[in-house]
């Protein structure tokens, strides 16, 4: 199986990445092809709202989302991490996910889609059922 590990908190080595990383780890032991992606270190566009994506399957940013993306489309499955931010994903994952959100969401059909969060007191739950965008 390929599956697409991606961290959504601005910071590589906190919390959220350890929590993956475990994970990561252990499906590479089950024999799992694993990719692991930082959002920090992409380089993305914020999303224009011309809804190209939802015509043509592609955005008009050629950037490191929209490669992103292409991985997705290739994966039997992903997991999305993010540190809960006022209740919510962080602001960078939510620019991932409006990037590729019509793109995504097709992308997402028939796959593994697990949502992971980390928080310190309240809205961890509903980050992790926003993270696998569900
Ligand atoms: C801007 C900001 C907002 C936060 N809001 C919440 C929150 O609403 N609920 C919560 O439980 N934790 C909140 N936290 C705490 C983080 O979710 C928590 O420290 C998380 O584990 C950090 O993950 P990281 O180490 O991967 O960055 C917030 C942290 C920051 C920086």
């Known amino acids: 199986m390929n ?3 991606i961290n959504g908190s601005p910071r590589p080595d906190g919390l959220t990445a ?3 990383h475990r994970l990561a780890d252990t499906l590479l032991q089950k024999g799992a ?3 692991y992606y930082d ?3 992409l380089h993305m566009k914020q999303c224009s709202g011309c809804c190209a994506c939802y015509r043509t399957g592609h ?3 050629q950037d490191d989302a929209e490669r992103l993306s292409d991985a997705i489309a290739k994966a039997d499955g992903i997991v999305i991490g993010s540190p809960t931010y006022v209740s919510n994903v962080s602001g960078l994952l939510k620019t991932f996910i409006d990037r590729g959100h019509f793109v995504i969401e097709q992308l997402l059909r028939g796959k593994y889609a697990v949502g992971i969060a980390t928080g310190e007191n309240y809205g961890s739950r509903d980050t992790a059922r926003i ?3 569900r």
């Open 3 to 5: 599956i697409i590990v």
């Open 18 to 20: 350890a929590m993956l």
């Open 33 to 35: 092809d694993v990719q």
């Open 39 to 41: 959002l920090s270190k």
């Open 59 to 61: 955005c008009i940013f």
């Open 131 to 133: 993270s696998a965008i």
